[in-house]
């Protein structure tokens, strides 16, 4: 697949933003990514690096967990958006399927992705063919479709969850960690689905994930966070033969491959934190 971004025109602008929870704990710092319009953008990072608050911030929904964007912007198609609710940010094409999945558990698959089209007008028709092409990108929902959803497999519940996310008719999606939990194979599954997706559907992704590996291989263009901050950026081509990413993300060197206890011994020699 194309490792450049798929068009200049640039959907989703984060400017310079600072988001600080409780009124005293900085969790970004600084935090500045676009997303092109047709292109799978990856937000890279381990554990607790911002990634989760990057996209809430961008998604509004920083307020139910007492956090706030305290400095810089966040423009989608132009238009500041960051004082939107996150329903009124979906109704401008822009949806978050969380990390964790978070399906409603006593609901069946169909039900759950029907809830995706809740906000929708144009009626029963098109939310019905939605639903066609929705099974039609996931045929595992298909068939497990009147199963109820807390009985189903992690895996299955990613697909609903990120079919639920299709159903509203999304321009760009905020896909949280869709690695996390799932067997080697399903990721690649997943990962798949959202090449699928970008290319059949046009869908623009920000795709947080800590597989740094799969995501680099999907993704046009990355940033890598550390401590709330991008600390690197570029195409996902370029990211890849970085000996820095190779090193500290892939376990990889110029001298082969790394076992975790070396990479992590000779973090302090990072150069861009040098």
């Given at each position: 697949?194309?490792?450049?971004?798929?068009?200049?025109?640039?959907?989703?602008?984060?400017?310079?933003?600072?988001?600080?929870?409780?009124?005293?704990?900085?969790?970004?710092?600084?935090?500045?990514?676009?997303?092109?319009?047709?292109?799978?953008?990856?937000?890279?990072?381990?554990?607790?690096?911002?990634?989760?608050?990057?996209?809430?911030?961008?998604?509004?929904?920083?307020?139910?967990?007492?956090?706030?964007?305290?400095?810089?912007?966040?423009?989608?198609?132009?238009?500041?958006?960051?004082?939107?609710?996150?329903?009124?940010?979906?109704?401008r094409?822009?949806?978050?399927?969380?990390?964790?999945?978070?399906?409603?558990?006593?609901?069946t698959?169909?039900?759950?992705?029907?809830?995706?089209?809740?906000?929708?007008?144009?009626?029963?028709?098109?939310?019905?063919?939605?639903?066609?092409?929705?099974?039609?990108?996931?045929?595992?929902?298909?068939?497990?479709?009147?199963?109820?959803?807390?009985?189903?497999?992690?895996g299955?519940?990613?697909?609903?969850?990120?079919?639920?996310?299709?159903?509203?008719?999304?321009?760009?999606?905020?896909?949280?960690?869709?690695?996390?939990?799932?067997?080697?194979?399903?990721?690649?599954?997943?990962?798949?689905?959202?090449?699928?997706?970008?290319?059949?559907?046009?869908?623009?992704?920000?795709?947080?994930?800590?597989?740094?590996?799969?995501?680099?291989?999907?993704?046009?263009?990355?940033?890598?966070?550390e401590?709330?901050?991008?600390?690197?950026?570029?195409?996902?081509?370029?990211?890849?033969e970085?000996?820095?990413?190779?090193?500290?993300?892939?376990?990889?060197?110029?001298e082969?491959?790394?076992s975790?206890?070396?990479?992590?011994?000779?973090?302090?020699?990072?150069?861009?934190?040098?």
């Amino acid at each position: 697949m194309l490792d450049s971004t798929a068009t200049k025109e640039t959907l989703l602008e984060v400017n310079n933003i600072e988001v600080i929870y409780n009124h005293v704990i900085l969790v970004l710092k600084g935090v500045s990514l676009s997303v092109p319009k047709g292109g799978i953008t990856a937000l890279l990072g381990g554990n607790g690096a911002g990634k989760t608050t990057t996209l809430k911030a961008i998604s509004n929904l920083l307020h139910s967990e007492r956090g706030e964007v305290t400095k810089g912007s966040i423009h989608y198609r132009g238009d500041r958006v960051q004082d939107l609710s996150p329903s009124d940010l979906v109704s401008r094409g822009v949806i978050q399927v969380m990390e964790g999945r978070h399906c409603f558990e006593h609901l069946t698959i169909e039900e759950n992705l029907l809830t995706g089209a809740y906000s929708r007008k144009d009626g029963k028709g098109a939310v019905a063919a939605d639903l066609e092409m929705v099974y039609n990108y996931f045929p595992r929902l298909k068939e497990r479709r009147k199963s109820q959803a807390g009985y189903t497999s992690g895996g299955e519940q990613q697909m609903c969850a990120m079919g639920r996310a299709l159903m509203s008719r999304p321009e760009t999606i905020l896909l949280d960690e869709p690695s996390m939990g799932l067997a080697p194979q399903l990721v690649e599954q997943i990962f798949e689905i959202v090449k699928a997706v970008n290319e059949g559907e046009g869908v623009s992704f920000l795709l947080a994930e800590q597989n740094t590996n799969v995501a680099l291989r999907y993704a046009h263009y990355g940033y890598i966070m550390e401590s709330g901050r991008i600390v690197m950026d570029g195409p996902a081509k370029e990211l890849r033969e970085n000996p820095d990413v190779k090193e500290f993300y892939l376990g990889m060197s110029d001298e082969g491959r790394k076992s975790f206890r070396d990479v992590r011994s000779y973090r302090r020699r990072k150069r861009w934190l040098a």
